[in-house]
């Protein structure tokens, strides 16, 4: 049973966002909310918020308007029509309670974006895997066109610095949150399902709950609008079939013969790319910043929403992706000392933690290493697909595997990272492949030191998760030069 169902009506009308008044936006520091807070206050919409930590994104807030604080503060919502909440939010959280004790309107994170999205051109996108790096794709190559796309985005653009924009242009691209069934509230002109995969049982309880919320998204795409979608996946595929015969117009793409934008092939210069790519009769060459098969995929989706879907030249559209260079915690290079590369990923559930480990892998030269450290996200998801994610990691050489970033979650009893490493080292023991040297770190402190002492010269230290493990690069970097020094 899902911790946030019945808390928030996805498909009730979009309020109005002339009718939203002053609004508060609580944890406000985080990518989501940061979002929100940044696109209302660039549509002139006055703007508090807080945040329990005080971190970087506040002073960001604070010079474009908004008044944030640190901590909760109840009574800062009494002056305030509207409030804005994500599913992480408890209602025991002190300004929600005293909001609905008001009577004041609570809206969702995805509520208060469509409010703001405000009669725009809306591409939302949505999948499992790559959905961020697919909207910041397509954000910067309309930012490239010319186009003063909005966006709102769970990563912030490298070139940018920023999460989100509100743009005086017809677009505005947000990155879709199916997790707890809010991606229903935007009506897009175009959609990009990039795969459907059995994640977020906690809140769908089974595969076909989750397969069934996708078609109603292809479903809530406006009349006329498009339905891209990855042929290569088996979920997005029958995704394509199921919303055609719904009478939804529908465009695929991948390496799939079958696909309408069909991928021939690519190569990999380091950490670049280049994809060619056949469009009907016409071959197109794609370029990006980035290294993976998975990443051609996802700038393949954006090309195709951007040409078939809002109308910007196949060339044009071809060229803005080279002006892509990067998403924070997207395989991002941190850094590299005494020969070791430290990259850090967002990766979290199984389909991106097997994407960005074999891309990883395949960069390696040997008999350099790769070498990942990886903190399970979400006790639900660690007891469900620890198999699954040690699967994932199999391809690397040495595995560390942290304690479980509990995020929204309470505990469960005999749940913890040890779970994936125990799998891990079984899978290696049974499939009669490579080696895999395996280590369980229960302490946070104990990674950085850990990783850096097992790194050498020419190896590749990748950190993966969606919690605090992205704080670790900078720390291996750091103890890897000490190291050298002696």
């Avoid at 891309?359 to 699954?388: C, K, M």
Wanted: a negative charge; glycine letters at 12%.
């Amino acid at each position: 049973m899902s911790v946030h169902q019945d808390r928030f009506d996805f498909t009730a009308p979009v309020v109005p966002i002339s009718e939203l008044g002053s609004v508060h936006v609580t944890n406000v520091g985080g990518a989501g909310m940061s979002a929100v807070a940044r696109v209302l206050l660039g549509r002139d919409v006055p703007v508090s918020g807080s945040d329990p930590k005080d971190l970087p994104v506040l002073d960001a807030l604070r010079q474009a308007g908004a008044d944030v604080h640190v901590g909760a503060r109840p009574e800062s919502v009494d002056q305030v029509d509207t409030v804005v909440v994500s599913s992480a939010t408890r209602e025991t959280d002190p300004e929600l309670a005293r909001a609905r004790g008001l009577g004041k309107r609570v809206l969702h994170r995805s509520q208060a974006l469509a409010s703001a999205a405000d009669a725009r051109r809306v591409v939302a996108v949505a999948g499992a895997n790559g959905k961020t790096t697919t909207t910041s794709m397509l954000t910067a190559l309309l930012i490239d066109a010319g186009a003063d796309p909005s966006f709102a985005i769970g990563g912030e653009l490298a070139g940018l610095g920023t999460n989100a924009h509100a743009g005086g242009g017809e677009a505005f691209v947000i990155e879709a949150d199916e997790s707890d069934g809010s991606f229903l509230v935007y009506h897009p002109e175009v959609a990009i399902v990039t795969n459907v995969q059995p994640d977020h049982l906690d809140h769908y309880g089974t595969f076909e709950a989750v397969q069934d919320a996708y078609l109603d998204f292809a479903r809530s795409i406006r009349p006329g609008g498009l339905l891209v979608a990855c042929a290569d996946d088996a979920g997005s595929a029958a995704l394509a079939r199921r919303a055609s015969d719904s009478g939804v117009r529908v465009l695929t793409y991948g390496t799939d013969v079958s696909a309408d934008v069909r991928v021939l092939g690519h190569e990999v210069d380091g950490f670049r790319t280049v994809a060619r790519v056949l469009d009907g009769d016409e071959e197109v060459r794609l370029a990006i910043a980035i290294p993976g098969a998975h990443n051609v995929l996802n700038a393949t989706a954006a090309y195709a929403a951007a040409h078939h879907g809002l109308g910007v030249g196949a060339d044009r559209a071809a060229t803005g992706l080279g002006a892509y260079t990067g998403t924070r915690r997207r395989f991002e290079l941190k850094g590299e000392i005494g020969g070791v590369t430290v990259v850090d990923d967002y990766a979290h559930n199984p389909g991106k933690v097997a994407a960005v480990v074999g891309t990883a892998a395949g960069l390696v030269q040997r008999p350099a290493r790769l070498v990942v450290v990886f903190q399970p996200h979400l006790y639900s998801r660690t007891q469900d697909f620890a198999v699954e994610l040690a699967a994932g990691l199999r391809p690397a050489d040495v595995v560390v595997v942290m304690d479980v970033y509990a995020a929204r979650e309470d505990p469960v009893d005999g749940v913890s990272g040890a779970l994936v490493a125990d799998a891990v080292r079984d899978l290696a023991a049974r499939d009669g492949g490579p080696s895999c040297e395996v280590h369980y770190v229960a302490g946070w402190p104990e990674a950085a030191p850990l990783a850096a002492g097992l790194a050498r010269a020419g190896d590749l230290v990748l950190t993966v998760g969606a919690g605090d493990v992205t704080q670790l690069g900078p720390q291996i970097l750091a103890a890897v030069e000490e190291g050298v020094r002696r």
